[in-house]
């Protein structure tokens, strides 16, 4: 049954990776996050990169915004303990130390 569905592509790894990832990705999810997910569901490496290489840092980053915004509101921090909270929760989304501080910086550039 399971070979029937591959031979058919109803069954394969690359569409898991595509529809799990961009499930995550809905949800607010960064790539380490989705990285993980999809090796924890036995996922290649090689597809996991295929599907996470269609991301550019931009993109990330234009992520990063919209849930921000979507937790914290559109306010700007107004003191540390504020910034700290967000650089904790965008870790816990899953986004990279590099691209969190870069977001970070530019929000503080805006305030």
Wanted: proline share 4%; hydrophobic share 40%.
């Amino acid at each position: 049954m399971l070979q029937r569905l591959r031979e058919r592509n109803l069954l394969s790894d690359a569409r898991m990776a595509e529809c799990y990832g961009a499930a995550r990705l809905e949800k607010g999810f960064g790539p380490l996050y989705i990285r993980q997910a999809l090796r924890e569901r036995g996922i290649s490496d090689a597809l996991i990169g295929q599907f996470l290489d269609g991301y550019s840092q931009e993109d990330w980053l234009a992520q990063m915004a919209r849930v921000v915004e979507r937790k914290f509101g559109p306010h700007r921090p107004r003191n540390r303990q504020e910034w700290a909270r967000r650089l904790r929760f965008l870790q816990y989304r899953g986004f990279p130390m590099e691209l969190i501080h870069r977001f970070l910086q530019a929000e503080s550039t805006h305030s």
